[in-house]
């Protein structure tokens, strides 16, 4: 079966940093596009960010824009979410998920992980 495994989540100060990893559990990220989701309490999921899988083509939800950055590494079959100048409003679960296009539609994705809890203090 096809999943999707996140780590790097944590507890973290305002302002500070984290780096999020996705990594794919039985298939190769290289054909795939790559989407961060995030999901905070009573929130919807909103698309956080996304990436082709070529890697040259990203995008950004407005709200981190300058702050996050997305990159994959494809020899290490990993895609990472490096978070930085976090703030308490960032707190939720991330989620990765693999599909065919890089888009901040969550319904184009095929494969999804479990989450990795993000919790940003003030």
């Known amino acids: 079966q096809f999943t999707l495994v996140e780590s790097g989540g944590g507890l973290v100060q305002s302002g500070g940093s984290l780096r999020l990893s996705c990594a794919p559990s039985?298939?190769?990220?290289?054909?795939?596009?790559i989407g961060w989701f995030r999901q905070a309490p009573g929130k919807e999921r909103e698309g956080v960010s996304c990436?082709?899988?070529?890697?040259?083509?990203?995008d950004y939800a407005d709200s981190v824009k300058g702050r996050f950055t997305i990159s994959r590494d494809n020899a290490k079959n990993t895609v990472y979410l490096q978070m930085n100048s976090l703030k308490p409003d960032d707190t939720a679960m991330y989620y990765c998920?693999?599909?065919?296009?890089?888009?901040?539609?969550?319904?184009?994705?095929?494969?999804w992980g479990q989450g990795t809890q993000v919790t940003v203090s003030s």
């Open positions: 039985g298939f190769t990220l290289d054909y795939y596009a």
């Open positions: 990436i082709s899988s070529s890697g040259t083509v990203t």
């Open positions: 998920a693999a599909g065919s296009i890089a888009t901040m539609g969550a319904h184009e994705y095929d494969y």
